[in-house]
């Protein structure tokens, strides 16, 4: 085992072990939360709310989408469990003003916690800054922004990507050109996507070369045209790594259109269940997949820890961060992830 293998392995150990810890912890700070009326927390000052006024947590996602489907279901089933809290799925319809603007709403309306899957990393960090200001912890879902909150619960983006570019690698024989289906510039996500990828293939296979790294928009129509365009010039691309499910899957409608099915080696990103029926089918290669609803129970874990213990926004000195465990399903691992984890 390499250095760096040994410390991502730390790293995940670490992750692994915190994610178990908070679990346990919710479960106790949840069960206090139902029972009793308020008393003062003398280690905040602040007063934990009675078991029959309902404590409001919102998640303010990007846009409807099969990803955060699955973090609310997996919020909302540990926090239906507690019966303290009401809890609310809101749409930021792809924009920023509209996720500043629920922002604003569930501030004055006295959440207690916000889940938040921010459009723009950067724009959203004075309406953060606002919540903590009210007392309001924010949890940010795979996407983090620049104003540190209480925590951050994502998937293994850039070590999952190197994972993904050796993969990848290794089943092109280690040589040959590939291509970048990419997210607009200027979301977290997408940079560690990237360079863990281009790190992973300059450790693993340096004699791979990346010849064409264009933005289609997380779209599956905008990958089909990026990519025809990119295989017009590049008519022997051996591999197409699409940062997320859906631009890979654009780039598996390419290859079946134009016969390259099982010649072009496809990887995405996320593991959404239409990729991992496709690559049962022996079209995507592969992709990194992370149980979402487990993503989506974790934070909720944290959450029940915040609102039943009233532990305020001010008392965090350092941002946490809870990374998920990964697979990368292949046609020899897909078989492992159940259906009831296929999101």
């Known amino acids: 085992m390499t250095e ?12 692994l072990l915190k994610t178990i810890a908070v679990s346990s912890a919710a479960l106790t700070a949840g069960a206090a939360g139902l029972f009793g009326a308020a008393e003062s927390n003398g280690a905040t000052g602040v007063s934990t709310a009675r078991a029959d006024e309902k404590m409001k947590i919102a998640f303010i996602q990007w846009q409807p989408h099969t990803v955060p489907a699955a973090w609310s279901q997996g919020i909302q089933e540990v926090l239906d469990l507690q019966k303290v809290f009401d809890y609310a799925l809101l749409d930021g319809q792809n924009k920023v003003e509209v996720q500043v603007s629920l922002m604003d709403t569930q501030i004055n309306s006295g959440a207690k916690v916000i889940f938040l899957q921010p459009i723009d990393s950067v724009a959203l960090a004075p309406s ?9 912890s924010v949890i940010t879902l795979n996407i983090d922004a620049t104003e540190p909150h209480a925590a951050h619960v994502e998937m293994n983006h850039y070590f999952g990507a190197m994972e993904i570019a050796k993969t990848m690698g290794d089943k092109m024989g280690g040589k040959g050109d590939v291509a970048i289906l990419n997210a607009p510039p200027g979301i977290v996500i997408r940079d560690q996507r990237t360079n863990g990828f281009v790190e992973g293939l300059k450790t693993y296979h340096p004699d791979i070369k990346i010849v064409a790294d264009q933005v289609a928009d997380w779209s599956r129509k905008k990958a089909q045209d990026v990519l025809t365009t990119i295989l017009a010039a590049n008519p022997n691309l051996g591999g197409v790594y699409g940062v997320n499910d859906s631009m890979a899957l654009g780039a598996v409608d390419v290859a079946k259109e134009k016969g390259l099915i099982g010649k072009l080696i496809i990887f995405g ?9 496709s690559i049962e089918a022996g079209e995507l290669t592969g992709t990194q997949y992370t149980d979402v609803f487990q993503q989506g129970r974790f934070g909720a874990a944290v959450a029940a820890v915040l609102a039943t213990g009233a532990v305020p926004a001010t008392a965090f000195g350092q941002q946490g961060k809870l990374l998920m465990p990964y697979v990368i399903a292949t046609k020899e691992t897909v078989g492992q992830i159940q259906p009831s984890q296929r999101w």
């Open 269 to 277: 990103n996320d593991g959404e269940k239409d990729a991992l029926a």
């Open 128 to 136: 953060i800054k606002k919540a903590k200001r009210a007392g309001i």
């Open 4 to 15: 760096f293998e040994s410390d991502r392995e730390a790293v995940n150990r670490r992750s």
